[in-house]
Nanobody, 115 residues
Framework: QVQLVESGGGLVQAGGSLRLTCVASGKIFRINGMGWYRQAPGKQRELVATITTGGSTNYGASVKGRFSISRDNTKNTVYLQMDSLKPEDTAVYYC?????????WGQGTQVTVSS
């Protein structure tokens, strides 16, 4: 079983930056994917960014060029650097861990961008 702990959310003005961190612990598979999804009030959860243990990344269309995902495999940690934040980025951000088709989710961290 895998546990995820997120940190780094908060309130920021439009145009500002935040960095989210997610640490995974427990039974970590050597080959896995980690990433971030978000859910705004009244909307479905959507992809923000994912990264594999090999470093392959995938971004949601709305964050390309503004957000950057990275990971430290030695620490089982994934980071999301969010720049040029917009009010529409306001959401609860969830860390995700996946292997063999199974997903584990973090508890979520609130990101609020004021205009």
């Amino acid at each position: 079983q895998v546990q995820l702990v997120e940190s780094g959310g908060g309130l920021v003005q439009a145009g500002g930056s935040l960095r989210l961190t997610c640490v995974a612990s427990g039974k970590i598979f050597r080959i896995n994917g980690m990433g971030w999804y978000r859910q705004a009030p009244g909307k479905q959860r959507e992809l923000v960014a994912t990264i594999t243990t090999g470093g392959s990344t995938n971004y949601g269309a709305s964050v390309k060029g503004r957000f950057s995902i990275s990971r430290d495999n030695t620490k089982n940690t994934v980071y999301l650097q969010m720049d040029s934040l917009k009010p529409e980025d306001t959401a609860v951000y969830y860390c995700a861990y996946t292997e063999t088709g199974q997903y584990t989710w973090g508890q979520g961290t609130q990101v609020t961008v004021s205009s």
